[in-house]
């Protein structure tokens, strides 16, 4: 699975952005995805994840209510749409495909590049 995200930018607080993951692959439609950031001296989080059938989905508590992360199959594509954004999300966006979401939030099988997300005060 080749996974392929783009959507980042810088954006000032309290404004939105939407992220999108291309997938490919003959069977990327049956993996859990999530997205993935870090920022500067900081761990890597999972901030989002959702099954392959976009029935379930995981939020990191930093970013529920603010952030969501939804599939389409038919396009191979995953968005994670953010709102509210807040400075402490800046960090570099990676999506991360898995067998589910629990192996996607531990140990992702496949990663795409990261995209910059910066927020300003």
């Known amino acids: 699975v080749q996974l392929q995200a783009s959507g980042g930018g810088a954006v000032q607080a309290g404004g939105s952005l939407r992220l999108a993951c291309a997938a490919s692959?003959?069977?990327?439609?049956?993996?859990?995805m999530g997205w993935f950031r870090q920022a500067p001296g900081k761990e890597r989080e999972c901030v989002a994840a959702?099954?392959?059938?976009?029935?379930?989905?995981y939020y990191a508590d930093s970013v529920k209510g603010r952030f969501t992360i939804s599939r389409d199959n038919a396009k191979n594509t995953v968005w994670l749409q953010m709102n509210s954004l807040k400075p402490e999300d800046t960090a570099v966006y990676s999506c991360?495909?898995?067998?589910?979401?629990?192996?996607?939030?531990?140990?992702?099988?496949?990663w795409g590049q990261g995209t910059q997300v910066t927020v300003s005060s």
């Open positions: 692959g003959r069977t990327s439609s049956n993996y859990a």
């Open positions: 991360a495909a898995g067998s589910t979401i629990i192996a996607t939030i531990d140990r992702p099988n496949y």
């Open positions: 959702i099954m392959w059938s976009g029935g379930s989905m």
